[in-house]
């Protein structure tokens, strides 16, 4: 009895234990989408569909998802081209065939390497799992296919028979037959049991490319180098049909999972989907700007998926449509230097230098013109000018304060690998694979002299601290050069392989190089010998760098790491993890500090000597943005920067901005920036996932003008929380669900909730979201797009203005938030008039109606609005921000304690829901609450060191609902009044109003122009008549549209 008694216990605890375990999350980890950096030559879905693979001759294999284009992983293995994938029928692994002659296998959710199947004498041009997914064969230039076992890795049997390459295989939907395409101009078809060659299918004109069984097993498709599709009858041998179109190389085909299409990519740039009943081609699908190489469709038959020159295309096989393209948001950053103040790093990655802010990590310019990548970057001594080398052969230098290009330095016939300033700043000397030094004269540009005695690429160079040497790094050598006579004083030999980087002791007395040889060696500068070797690394040292002290070696590695070696004893004191790739350079900090990084993984780091923590991440996009981000998850960025950097769970990639709502802060990043500590503060790998959104059984058209819209919601692990819906990417509901309880129908483990919304005439773009238990992390988003026929109506405007001059708290009172609300009220009636059908302005300023509950009931009267309407929100008030939350001072506030503010403000979660439930897809808000006077400097002081600041409390909201909001002032500012009567920020926008702000005077004025009106104008008028500053914060989101005429 207490043995079964026993065994039940145990049962019981591991049924708790599997249930806990299958809620369980891995670590999040936080990484930048470099995408393919080559061509890409081979795309596979997995069964799911969910998953797009693909290769590329930058010899990798990269998993992407499908709904969202983010990158998955990387799988690294491979020392060539990547030019085969395919999944395994279950999904579970992937087997990629490269120009390093193998054929790897490798775990799909983890991404690690299963097994190496070696065998074959040359490329592996072609891989293909066999239907129960026990055998993989392989095709290669070796002129044979091979079969392997999957489970064992062992070689089951050469087919040969072919004369030359062969360049594709597929397998028969049973799994009996293997197709082979060669570059001997045939298909054969063989017995996958006996290896004997079943037929040969003859009549192409060039190199068979590609081949594909349609799913019935019937039919053989081919693409070749003759520029032709041929369908191919399996059980004959004869010709169906020849598909003709494409004007260069077919060099991949598939059918749709029905048979009915087959997709053709061709080196004309082009994708073409073809009848296979008729031969007729349906459509073409234009967009890559390189050779189609691969194409490949959705288990579901939906898209396809195209790979090219760097980049993957997902296409809407009904409509022709590109939905998007899989390819990286930023790239290498091969240089890194701190400006002889301290307060700037400079980057150089791709065609760019970026300059950041260290204080608080925002970038401050990009620096743009060289038309290659930039491989090294140094500050002049006074710290105003930044020289910049490059693959295109040039040297730049750049004016820090403006970004503007002051001259190129020409000369190089290849591209430079390293620049470096003299001490007194005259001279900038350049090392290049043209195996020579240049020495320019920075004032006119004119180069001085070449000094050209090394025989291979110069790597590295570097001036003495005194300016009269220049030292060079070459294969196996340094150089020390006279730069007063362009004389070689001596070299240096000892390295084994290329030397990579030079820097000389502050002091001048030793020389640090790094080397291919995976070492750093200290050198005696006087006498030319070698004092040490520093020996760690496990790749090559790419960079090195002295501490300002001299005491300190950093050395940056291929291997991954960063290593800091005392210079005395040449002991590794520490070392730096974090980079998920090669680090490319390394710079100490003028106070030695902080060591910079820049790596291969797309980020520059910033490390705290003294504990060897990373304390932030920068990263520059190739499209302007950026974001800069703490090991805890706590980010700055630009307004559409945390879009692009991804954060990893397992096999589901979100991006950073999926956490906005609260790790958007910017203001712990100048905390750990400044050395503070982050520790009482929650980090990513708290915060549980969001569940598993999708749209189901809602119409892709109606002549209704509203719709049901059904979500289904599977917990992940994290709970579900609020439900928002956006129509054309702004809120119009928000279900606050908090802790909703899972009560999934028998035998599923989803939740589903059905909203009812009202649609535009035309396309609307439905997106819906939930987020965690705790609201800390949202979904990726699940789409669906409805084209709704709807007679066309003239909108209305409805607008909710309010002005609270008097209190509960007579401390509290305003002078001019009435005044304020009446002059935009009036503004507004009278520019929106002539536009809209109707105009209904509520003017809320009385006691009474602007408590907390009276604005409520007010904001929950505008429900009933439709999606082209307008709504406008205006409030001139108190506002603050309390532990990580806006709140709206209303005026039944009386106490300003952390309790009484929850209980009687109108918090930013409150006002978030009351606007993103009104169902107008054009919302603008404007909060002009001020902190005035003496009461104001004292909500300043009490409050902003609590949390987070308005400015960015105002951004979150500005994002959540998808509107445009105009705010008054940055955090630490007093927004201003008495001019004219009026608060300065509401007048100027009253200005604006009246026809001020209409830049391109066709008469309307429209959000966006208001926008950039008040956020040029209140900074001039308040310096002008204040002599102070004012800045208010303008976040345009969503469309811009016109809210008034004034003609």
């Not at 041998?237 to 299409?261: C, K, Q, W, Y």
């Not at 620049?419 to 004119?446: C, H, Q, Y």
């Not at 054309?728 to 919304?757: C, F, H, Q």
Request: overall charge neutral.
């Amino acid at each position: 009895m207490k043995k079964n008694f026993l065994m039940l216990i145990l049962f019981l605890f591991g049924i708790l234990h599997i249930a806990e375990c299958s809620y369980a999350q891995e670590k999040p980890e936080i990484f930048v989408q470099l995408g393919h950096s080559h061509d890409v030559k081979a795309v596979a879905f997995s069964p799911d569909g969910r998953i797009v693979a693909s290769g590329s001759w930058d010899k990798t294999i990269k998993l992407w998802d499908v709904a969202t284009g983010r990158e998955i992983r990387t799988l690294s293995g491979h020392s060539d081209v990547v030019s085969a994938v395919a999944f395994s029928p279950d999904g579970r692994m992937v087997a990629s065939g490269s120009g390093d002659k193998t054929i790897k296998l490798w775990d799909a959710a983890s991404g690690r390497e299963i097994r190496t199947l070696s065998g074959h004498s040359g490329w592996v041009k072609a891989v293909a799992f066999s239907p129960d997914g026990r055998i993989v064969a392989s095709g290669s230039v070796d002129n044979t296919i091979k079969l392997w076992d999957v489970a064992t890795g062992r070689e089951i049997r050469t087919l040969s028979g072919h004369s030359k390459l062969v360049l594709s295989v597929a397998f028969s939907p049973d799994g009996r037959m293997v197709a082979s395409g060669s570059g001997d101009k045939t298909i054969k078809l063989w017995d996958v049991a006996t290896g004997r060659e079943i037929r040969t299918l003859s009549g192409h004109s060039g190199d068979v490319k590609a081949v594909a069984f349609s799913p019935d097993g019937r039919i053989v498709a081919s693409g070749s180098d003759d520029k032709t599709i041929k369908l191919w009858d399996v059980a004959t041998g004869r010709e169906i049909r020849t598909l003709s179109g494409h004007s260069r190389d077919v060099n991949a085909v598939a059918f749709s999972p029905d048979g009915r299409m087959v997709a053709s990519g061709s080196w004309d740039k082009t994708i073409k989907l073809w009848d296979v009943a008729t031969g007729r081609e349906i459509r073409t699908l234009s967009g890559h700007s390189g050779d189609v190489e691969a194409v490949a469709f959705s288990p579901d038959g939906r898209i396809v998926a195209s790979g090219s020159w760097e980049t993957i295309k997902l296409w809407d096989v009904a409509t022709g449509r590109e939905i998007r393209t899989l390819s990286g948001h930023s790239g290498w950053v091969e240089a890194v230097a701190f400006s002889p103040d301290g307060r700037i790093v400079a980057s150089g990655s791709w065609e760019t230098i970026k300059l950041w802010d260290v204080a608080t990590g925002r970038k401050i310019r990009t620096l743009s013109g060289h038309s290659y990548s930039v491989k090294a970057v140094a500050f002049s001594p006074d710290g105003r000018i930044v020289a910049s080398g490059s693959r295109d052969n040039t040297i730049k230098l750049w004016d820090v304060a403006t970004g503007r290009e002051i001259r190129t330095l020409s000369g190089h016939s290849k591209l430079v690998l390293s620049v470096a300033f003299s001490p007194d700043g005259r001279i900038v000397a350049s090392g290049s694979e043209d195996n020579t030094i240049k020495l320019w004269d920075v004032a006119t540009g004119r180069e001085i002299r070449t000094l050209s005695r090394h025989s291979y690429s110069v790597e590295a160079v570097a001036f003495s601290p005194d300016g009269r040497i220049v030292a060079s790094g070459s294969w196996e050598t340094i150089k020390l050069w006279d730069v007063a006579t362009g004389r070689e004083i001596r070299t240096l030999r000892g390295h084994s392989y290329s030397v990579k980087a030079v820097a000389f002791s502050p002091d001048g007395r030793i020389l640090a190089s790094g080397s291919e040889d995976n070492t750093i060696k200290l050198w005696d500068v006087a006498t030319g010998r070698e004092i040490r070797t520093l020996s760690g690394h496990s790749n090559w040292v790419r960079s090195v760098a002295f501490s300002p002290d001299g005491r300190i070696v950093a050395s940056g590695s291929w291997d991954g790491t960063i290593k800091l070696w005392d210079v005395a004893t040449g002991r590794e004191i520490r070392t730096l993890s974090g980079h998920s790739y090669y680090v490319e350079a390394v710079a100490f900090s003028p106070d030695g500090r902080i060591v910079a990084s820049g790596s291969g993984d797309g980020t520059t780091r910033i490390w705290d000597i003294s504990t060897g923590k990373e304390i932030a991440q920068f990263v520059g996009f190739t499209d302007g943005e950026w974001v800069v981000i703490t090991p805890e998850g706590y980010y700055n960025a630009s307004p559409g920067g945390d879009k692009h950097l991804n954060v990893r769970i397992g096999n589901n990639v979100y991006s950073i901005e999926n956490y906005r709502e609260a790790f958007y802060r910017p203001d712990l990043v100048k905390v750990a920036l400044s050395g503070g500590s982050l520790k009482e503060y929650k980090t990513l790998a708290d915060v549980k996932q969001p569940p598993l959104v999708e749209i189901i059984d809602t119409p892709s058209s109606t002549r209704n003008d509203e719709v049901k819209v059904t979500v289904r919601l599977t917990d992940q692990g994290g709970g579900i929380g609020d439900i928002r819906l956006y129509l054309n990417d702004v809120a119009v509901l928000v279900d606050s669900a908090r802790g909703v309880k899972i009560t999934p129908k028998p035998g599923e483990k989803a939740i589903y909730k059905t909203y009812t919304i009202k649609l535009l005439n035309g396309e609307n773009v439905i997106k819906a979201v939930a987020f965690n238990g705790d609201n800390t992390m949202q979904s990726n988003p699940a789409v669906h797009r409805i084209i709704a026929s709807l007679s066309i109506k003239k909108p209305s405007m409805y607008a909710v203005v309010i002005g609270i001059n008097k209190y509960k708290n007579p401390k509290l009172e305003l002078k001019y938030a009435v005044a304020d609300a009446r002059l935009f009220a009036e503004t507004l009636k009278q520019i929106a008039g002539p536009l809209f059908q109707r105009v209904e302005i509520r003017l809320l300023t009385t006691k009474e109606e602007t408590t907390k509950e009276s604005i409520k009931k007010t904001l929950e009267q505008m429900k009933n609005l439709n999606p082209d309407d307008v709504f406008v929100f205006y409030v001139a008030s108190h506002g603050t921000v309390d532990e990580g939350e806006y709140f709206l001072i209303t005026s039944n506030v009386g106490s300003l304690s952390t309790f009484r503010l929850k209980e009687d403000a109108l918090t930013q979660t409150e006002l978030k829901e009351l606007i993103a439930n009104v169902p107008s897809t054009k919302k603008m808000i404007v909060i002009d609450t001020c902190n005035a006077g003496k009461l104001g400097e004292a909500l300043q002081v009490a409050m902003l060191t609590r949390g987070m600041s308005e400015e960015t409390a105002v951004k979150i909201l500005s994002r959540a609902v998808g509107s445009t909001i105009l705010s008054a002032s940055t955090s630490l500012q007093e927004a201003l009044e008495g001019y004219q009567g009026h608060g300065l920020f509401t007048y100027v926008l009253s200005e604006g109003m009246k026809g001020k702000a209409d830049m391109d005077r066709d008469g309307f004025i429209k959000t966006l122009e208001l926008a950039n009106y008040v956020d040029s104008e209140v900074p001039a008028l308040a310096e002008k008549v204040f002599k102070r500053a004012q800045y208010p914060t303008a976040t345009p989101s969503g469309q811009a549209f016109p809210i008034g005429k004034i003609r």
